[in-house]
């Protein structure tokens, strides 16, 4: 991290790929560093981006520590700064300053099974373990997908669901049925309680909207998810990024500086302002 911790390093665009269109488009932005290797970061930061001229936002990072040559975020198109950057193309420069946050404590989950559970553009900050995992997959047991959308119009990462789809375990949603759809049909957590993932030498991780947060982790708990089996992340309000501004805070944690990955052991004793 820089001296000064405002001062954003700067970027190249390296690619786009339009992963939804629509009134909710979500782009794949791929971008490389101008002046040396930049900043590393863990499965589950953040970085804040900046848009020159148009503001910043904070993004999850959703491409795997594993992988040096570019940092990888998938954002919705929701306001002023990622309009902005939904209307930038392959070469131009943003800002990037970070890492932010604790990361998921993917080191202490070797041997176990892992149980990914994505909603919407929630799949993304998930992603990054989910690769890592891939990446390392003699480090770890069974791994699980689950992953839903309004939508199949509004399902991200397409291309890679289907090509995984045969070695894994890839449990797909929608909320209301398609003609042409053979997957499930119904709220993720449903789709859980459906297929009932076994908590046996497991964690879960999990993020979406807060609703759907809030009712996978019931769906993990009535399958006897422990609390400490169970991880979220809670990336709402934040904007400095370094516990100045006090948008983020959550009783006396600010989410930038003490989360935003949680498990529901730790979250659940937090103010329900998330």
């Known amino acids: 991290m820089p001296a000064n911790v405002y001062l954003p390093l700067l970027t190249r665009i390296a690619s786009i790929k339009e992963e939804v269109g629509g009134l909710r488009p979500i782009k794949t932005f791929r971008t490389e560093f101008l002046d040396g290797p930049g900043f590393e970061h863990r499965s589950g930061q953040c970085a804040m981006i ?8 904070m993004i999850s990072i959703s491409s795997s520590p594993l992988v040096k040559e570019y940092l990888q975020f998938s954002i919705l198109k929701t306001g002023r700064v990622t309009t ?6 392959v070469g131009d420069i943003i800002g990037l300053r970070g890492p932010y946050g604790n990361g998921f404590p993917v080191e202490e989950w070797k041997g176990k099974n892992i149980v990914f559970i994505g ?22 047991g069974e791994l ?6 309004r939508t199949s119009r ?7 669901l289907g090509e995984l789809k045969g070695k894994m375990p890839v449990h797909l949603s929608i909320d209301v049925a398609e003609p042409e759809w053979k997957d499930y049909v119904g709220f993720v957590a449903a789709n859980v309680a459906d297929k009932k993932p076994k908590p046996d030498k497991a964690v879960a991780i999990t993020c979406g909207p807060p609703i759907m947060i809030k009712t996978v982790i019931k769906a993990l708990k009535d399958l006897r998810f422990q609390d400490d089996q169970i991880y979220t992340t809670v990336e709402n309000k934040m904007k400095c990024g370094i516990g100045k501004c006090g948008r983020c805070n959550i009783g006396r944690h600010y989410i930038c500086q003490d989360g935003p990955v949680y498990s529901w052991a730790e979250l659940k004793n937090l103010p329900q302002e998330y």
């Open 119 to 140: 909603g919407g553009i929630g799949l993304a900050p998930i992603w990054s373990v989910f690769q890592t995992a891939m990446m390392r997959r003699n480090d770890f």
């Open 84 to 89: 902005a950057l939904h209307e930038m193309e």
């Open 154 to 160: 509004d399902i991200v990462f397409r291309e890679e």
């Open 50 to 57: 900046s848009v020159f001229g148009r503001g910043e936002s």
């Open 144 to 149: 699980v997908l689950f992953y839903g959308a």
